[in-house]
């Protein structure tokens, strides 16, 4: 009972703190205390501060000239007035990420829709010069009614390439030819479709909700308890909540709920009082921290890690191949300097049931967690380092003379019977080699031919005449028991000779 209340308490606590939070901590061990090291991320909080706007086209924000406008409430009451040139009735757009002190409501404004029918048309680009990964809704605040249609597009490489992230229309198929969805509409499998809303677009009223959301926790919230495993392994998860730009393409103003009045075309415009955007700085798992730096916001990295985003590894650290950090496993993850694969692979894995990170695909003939080791067959080369991509040498174990193809660390075969040499490529003495070292029957030291033989490729004696025996050693005889004796003597003298090591011709007689 005590158990479960105090792992409720630290489960309660894990939670109000955040998961990913730290960097690392001190623990001790029976080693004494040592740094153990986890994935991190900093806290989402609100990045307008740091963000930068831009408006197009130019002209497009009012007052400049000075400019009347109506409501759509109330369309007869004109008495509003634009004009950039007096700081009581500017509407710049710098007014739509300000914080707006005592209540005092502040937006940015366009010009008015006077030159109907072309379309009122803005651009409202939002850079941060920084990768950054959406942690909550990005919320528009639009006074004087939402628009009519709308695109959000975001950039992941600075403005270089952009992507469609949401459409919003009050009707989808006529201003996009795309079916209306819900963000509520999703499901795990497809959590990153991109869709088109109209749930931010109809006339609710000017005292109606004025916010359009691009609903990311939404998104989120699908995986539940999952969300830090699908993100580590589903493709494309991570980036699809992650930018460095977006943008806003206003494409029809609100009207009001009904068709465009052209006598009084002053109600018809943008104005934005607040954007949102709750993000987290995107530091690959090994930061907890951004800050800014000459007005750029830049990760804090550990692990070795430095970039902006912590991208790469520091110098000094370059033999390590870089990796962003993992989520899994849970609840710390991984900095993935146990992802350290020496440069032999760019791919790492988390095997679930050993919850354990390993290199996948080693190459150079290394294999390991980390490509650590060599492959059999191969033996590590000590005088190169382990990135090197010629670190494993192949064994080269001879295929007659070894044991198998697998070597020791110091690149020594296990040979067969009677071979040697690292490779098993030479016979010991007593052998010589045919298809592997084969047992010598004569030689020119210890088993060297009797009564004149010649020796014959280590394999038989080539005997004269009267003679026979392996060694030649026998005199041929025609039978009769004096020839048993004195061939038993012979070889009973022939193995005295051979056991003091004694060579040279022994004459053997037969005896009469
Ligand atoms: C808005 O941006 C898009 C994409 O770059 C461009 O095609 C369009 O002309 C821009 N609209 C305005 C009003 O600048
Ligand atoms: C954007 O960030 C990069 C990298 O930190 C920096 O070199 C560059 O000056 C920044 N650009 C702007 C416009 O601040
Ligand atoms: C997502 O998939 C579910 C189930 O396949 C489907 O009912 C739903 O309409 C899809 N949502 C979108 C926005 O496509
Ligand atoms: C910030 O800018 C100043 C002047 O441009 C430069 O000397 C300094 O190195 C910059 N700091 C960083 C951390 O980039
Ligand atoms: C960073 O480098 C230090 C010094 O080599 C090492 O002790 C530490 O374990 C490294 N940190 C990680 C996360 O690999
Ligand atoms: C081990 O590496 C060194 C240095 O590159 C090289 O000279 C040597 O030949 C290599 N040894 C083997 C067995 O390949
Ligand atoms: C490898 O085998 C050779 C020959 O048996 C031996 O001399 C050497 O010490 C062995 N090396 C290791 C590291 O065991
Ligand atoms: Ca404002």
């Known amino acids: 009972m005590l158990h479960a209340a105090l792992l409720m308490v630290l489960h309660a606590l894990a939670r109000t703190r955040g998961q990913y939070e730290l960097c690392k901590s001190l623990v001790s061990t029976d080693d004494g205390a040592v740094w153990e090291q986890?994935?991190?991320q900093p806290k989402a909080q609100s990045t307008k501060e740091y963000m930068r706007i831009r408006v197009e086209p130019p002209g497009i924000t009012c007052g400049n000239p000075p400019e009347r406008f109506c409501t759509l409430e109330n369309p007869y009451l004109c008495s509003d007035e634009c004009d950039a040139s007096n700081p009581d009735l500017a509407h710049p757009p710098q007014l739509m990420k300000d914080r707006e002190r005592g209540g005092l409501l502040t937006y940015w404004q366009t010009v008015t829709?006077?030159?109907?029918?072309?379309?009122?048309?803005?651009?409202?680009t939002l850079s941060w010069n920084k990768s950054l990964e959406l942690a909550g809704d990005l919320q528009v605040v639009f006074e004087y009614g939402r628009p009519t249609a709308m695109a959000l597009d975001k950039s992941?490489?600075?403005?270089?390439?952009?992507?469609?992230?949401?459409?919003?229309?009050?009707?989808?198929?006529?201003a996009f030819g795309m079916s209306p969805r819900r963000a509520a509409d999703l499901v795990p499998g497809n959590a990153t479709r991109v869709i088109c809303t109209e749930e931010?677009?109809?006339?609710v009223g000017a005292k109606g909700d004025k916010v359009v959301r691009f609903e990311a926790r939404k998104r989120l919230a699908l995986f539940g308890e999952g969300l830090y495993a699908r993100l580590e392994n589903t493709k494309g998860l991570r980036d699809f909540f992650t930018f460095t730009n977006l943008r806003l393409r206003?494409?029809?103003?609100?009207?009001g709920g009904t068709y465009v009045q052209r006598d009084n075309l002053l109600k018809y415009f943008y104005a934005i009082s607040n954007i949102e955007v709750p993000a987290r700085c995107k530091c690959n798992l090994h930061g907890s921290q951004c800050v800014l730096v000459n007005g750029t916001l830049h990760c804090v990295c550990e692990h070795n890690t430095t970039g902006q985003d912590c991208q790469r590894c520091k110098r000094g650290f370059r033999a390590k191949s870089w990796k962003p950090g993992s989520y899994l496993p849970t609840p710390h993850g991984l900095p993935n300097t146990y992802c350290e694969c020496y440069g032999h692979s760019n791919r790492c894995s988390y095997i679930d049931y050993l919850n354990i990170i390993t290199c996948v695909s080693c190459k150079h003939n290394t294999r390991g967690q980390n490509c650590q080791h060599c492959r059999w067959?191969?033996?590590r080369n000590v005088s190169v380092e382990l990135d090197d991509e010629s670190v494993c040498v192949e064994c080269g174990c001879h295929q007659m003379g070894s044991l198998h193809d697998r070597c020791n660390s110091t690149g020594f075969c296990q040979c067969k019977k009677g071979a040697a040499g690292a490779k098993c490529d030479e016979c010991l003495p007593g052998y010589h080699w045919r298809q592997g070292c084969q047992l010598n029957v004569c030689d020119e030291?210890?088993?060297?031919?009797?009564?004149?033989?010649t020796c014959e490729q280590n394999q038989r004696c080539l005997c004269p005449a009267h003679f026979q025996g392996v060694l030649c050693q026998h005199a041929r005889c025609e039978g009769g028991s004096m020839c048993d004796h004195a061939s038993a003597s012979a070889a009973a003298a022939l193995s005295l000779a051979l056991l003091l090591g004694l060579s040279g011709a022994l004459l053997l007689g037969c005896a009469p």
């Open 38 to 40: 986890y994935a991190c």
């Open 113 to 124: 829709w006077r030159r109907y029918p072309e379309p009122l048309l803005a651009n409202i």
């Open 156 to 174: 992941l490489d600075h403005g270089r390439t952009w992507h469609p992230y949401q459409f919003y229309a009050d009707d989808c198929a006529e």
């Open 200 to 203: 931010y677009s109809r006339w």
């Open 250 to 255: 206003l494409l029809r103003p609100a009207l």
């Open 377 to 379: 067959g191969f033996y």
């Open 445 to 453: 030291e210890l088993l060297v031919c009797q009564n004149g033989g």
